[in-house]
Nanobody, 123 residues
Framework: QVQLAESGGGLVQAGASLTLSCVGS????????VGWFRQAPGKEREFVAT????????SYADAVKGRFNISRDNTQSMAYLQMNSLESDDTAVYYC????????????????WGPGTQVTVSS
């Protein structure tokens, strides 16, 4: 199965932009729906965005709708999360995840996870 690795996290000021990347290796990422999730200290892991295998269908959490954009490049086995107008509440570890079949907002439906990348937004 595919292995995932995220990159692009960091420390930014409120209002800034950041793009996270997720690379799939060991198997073609195009065979999987991809999701981005995040977990803040003391909180449960929560849905951020998902994208279907072909990229035609996307879905976003209300908290990020209009600010974040999920995309993928299956020729490079990559997925991305562009984050704009970042807020302090966006501070979390961000995870890329993959699942066979249809995309889904429930993290329990994803069985392949990257190690995560830290995003810290200072106010």
């Amino acid at each position: 199965q595919v292995q995932l690795a995220e990159s692009g996290g960091g420390l930014v000021q409120a209002g800034a932009s950041l793009t996270l990347s997720c690379v799939g290796s060991g198997h073609d990422l195009e065979n999987y729906a991809v999701g981005w999730f995040r977990q803040a200290p003391g909180k449960e892991r929560e849905f951020v965005a998902t994208i279907s295998r072909g990229g035609a269908t996307t879905s976003y959490a209300d908290a990020v709708k209009g600010r974040f954009n999920i995309s993928r490049d299956n020729t490079q086995s990559m997925a991305y999360l562009q984050m704009n107008s970042l807020e302090s509440d966006d501070t979390a570890v961000y995870y890329c995840a993959a699942k066979s079949g249809w995309s889904n907002s429930n993290p329990a439906r994803f069985d392949i996870w990257g190690p995560g990348t830290q995003v810290t937004v200072s106010s």
